[in-house]
């Protein structure tokens, strides 16, 4: 008697430990399909391509790019609307940031399981290994993942699947547990000979995690932003422009955000509407963006600034432009604020 063959989707980050749990399972004969997940904090996405320093390497989506290796369908699932309710509300908290790791990974377990029944799929795959993140993918709270996202023993490890009880499709025999793995803690060597044998190379290693709220000056951003505002939520612009520019709150009520580079500025532009914002004239410079209600004196102060970050910072002054909200430009000629007068405390 023949059997249907049997499906499953994979989470996919784009990096090594997904793309390899997605592929051990490929080789047992199951259809995968990938999914992914964009939640606005993700590393991946066109932000990434924003920045020149990494010029002259390729810029690519890893997701995809694994997909594309695997040759694999690829499923990107935008949640950034019911993302909010698991990053503001972490029933489990958060990890050594502001990454509500845990909660996160029972969020998308849970979804790519409503997929999955949705899709006629039979199971779920992760990258997970015991040990390997101090949050999510501990012993004791891998079960816990299992159990709160409802997936229970229809989410196989296949990377450290030894390690733990079997799941259905072992059971079940759709996969043979013996030639999963049993990987565990944080070295990244059994995850590396094994991309080696299955002949991969250029894989992304993104050191920290997948998202930005793993990042410790980004998570200080996030909660500058919340508050200055009073409150704890974000629109998706707000979390991308956290992502771009140097940071600066030299005032309670207002901050700078300073574009670092062409590819930054190109960037900010798509914002000029929506923020008073700042250009020197006389010199090459970063765009500089308002956020806040500045006063003549804030404005002033700013374009002191702008022009520190100019070519012209050592000129005696500075001619910078200034545009308002209805897109009414004006010049103040200032000289450059002093590197000594810019205190360490108005870095975000
Ligand atoms: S690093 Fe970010 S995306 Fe990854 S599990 Fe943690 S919160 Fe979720």
Same mark, same amino acid.
């Given at each position: 008697m023949s059997h249907p063959q049997r499906k499953a989707v994979?989470?996919?980050? +784009?990096?090594?430990?997904? &793309? /390899?749990?997605?592929?051990?399972?490929?080789?047992?004969?199951?259809?995968?399909?990938?999914?992914?997940?964009?939640?606005?904090?993700?590393v991946e996405g066109h932000t990434h391509a924003i920045r020149r320093k990494d010029q002259g390497k390729e810029k690519r989506n890893n997701a995809l790019w694994v997909a594309e290796q695997l040759g694999m369908k690829l499923h990107i699932v935008?949640?950034?609307?019911?993302?909010?309710?698991?990053?503001?509300?972490?029933?489990? +908290?958060?990890?050594?940031? &502001?990454?509500?790791?845990?909660?996160?990974?029972?969020? &998308?377990?849970?979804?790519?399981?409503?997929?999955?029944?949705?899709? +006629?799929?039979?199971f779920i795959i992760t990258g997970e290994v015991v040990g390997q993140r101090p949050m999510s993918q501990r012993k004791d709270t891998m079960p816990v993942v299992a159990r709160e996202s409802g997936a229970m023993d229809r989410l196989l490890r296949p990377l450290c699947a030894k390690n733990l009880p079997a799941t259905l499709p072992e059971r079940e025999g759709w996969v043979k547990r013996d030639e999963l793995f049993d990987f565990s803690g944080r070295s990244r060597k059994p995850q590396m000979a094994l991309a080696a044998q299955f002949g991969f190379t250029d894989y992304a290693t993104p050191a920290g995690g997948c998202c930005f709220l793993t990042d410790e000056a980004y998570s200080r951003k996030l909660v500058d932003l919340w508050q200055v505002r009073g409150k704890r939520a974000y629109e998706l612009d707000d979390i991308m422009l956290l992502k771009v520019g140097r940071h600066l709150r030299p005032r309670p009520h207002f901050k700078l955000i300073v574009g670092r580079e062409e590819g930054e500025n190109n960037f900010l532009e798509g914002?000029?509407?929506?923020?008073?914002?700042?250009?020197?004239?006389?010199?090459? +410079?970063?765009?500089?963006l308002i956020d806040g209600a500045a006063n003549e004196d804030d404005i002033r102060l700013a374009a002191r600034i702008t022009a520190r970050y100019s070519k012209g910072n050592s000129a005696p002054l500075v001619?910078?432009?200034?545009?308002? /909200?209805?897109?009414?430009?004006?010049?103040?000629?200032?000289?450059?604020l002093p590197p000594g007068e810019i205190p360490e405390a108005w870095y975000l």
């Amino acid at each position: 008697m023949s059997h249907p063959q049997r499906k499953a989707v994979a989470l996919v980050s +784009g990096g090594l430990d997904s &793309m /390899l749990a997605a592929k051990v399972i490929q080789e047992q004969g199951v259809h995968v399909e990938g999914i992914n997940f964009y939640t606005g904090f993700c590393v991946e996405g066109h932000t990434h391509a924003i920045r020149r320093k990494d010029q002259g390497k390729e810029k690519r989506n890893n997701a995809l790019w694994v997909a594309e290796q695997l040759g694999m369908k690829l499923h990107i699932v935008d949640i950034v609307e019911e993302y909010k309710d698991v990053l503001l509300n972490p029933k489990h +908290g958060y990890g050594a940031n &502001m990454n509500p790791c845990l909660d996160c990974k029972i969020f &998308m377990v849970h979804k790519a399981l409503e997929w999955a029944d949705s899709h +006629g799929f039979d199971f779920i795959i992760t990258g997970e290994v015991v040990g390997q993140r101090p949050m999510s993918q501990r012993k004791d709270t891998m079960p816990v993942v299992a159990r709160e996202s409802g997936a229970m023993d229809r989410l196989l490890r296949p990377l450290c699947a030894k390690n733990l009880p079997a799941t259905l499709p072992e059971r079940e025999g759709w996969v043979k547990r013996d030639e999963l793995f049993d990987f565990s803690g944080r070295s990244r060597k059994p995850q590396m000979a094994l991309a080696a044998q299955f002949g991969f190379t250029d894989y992304a290693t993104p050191a920290g995690g997948c998202c930005f709220l793993t990042d410790e000056a980004y998570s200080r951003k996030l909660v500058d932003l919340w508050q200055v505002r009073g409150k704890r939520a974000y629109e998706l612009d707000d979390i991308m422009l956290l992502k771009v520019g140097r940071h600066l709150r030299p005032r309670p009520h207002f901050k700078l955000i300073v574009g670092r580079e062409e590819g930054e500025n190109n960037f900010l532009e798509g914002y000029r509407k929506q923020f008073l914002h700042l250009r020197p004239i006389s010199h090459p +410079g970063p765009l500089v963006l308002i956020d806040g209600a500045a006063n003549e004196d804030d404005i002033r102060l700013a374009a002191r600034i702008t022009a520190r970050y100019s070519k012209g910072n050592s000129a005696p002054l500075v001619t910078v432009q200034v545009t308002d /909200l209805q897109g009414d430009n004006r010049m103040l000629e200032v000289p450059p604020l002093p590197p000594g007068e810019i205190p360490e405390a108005w870095y975000l």
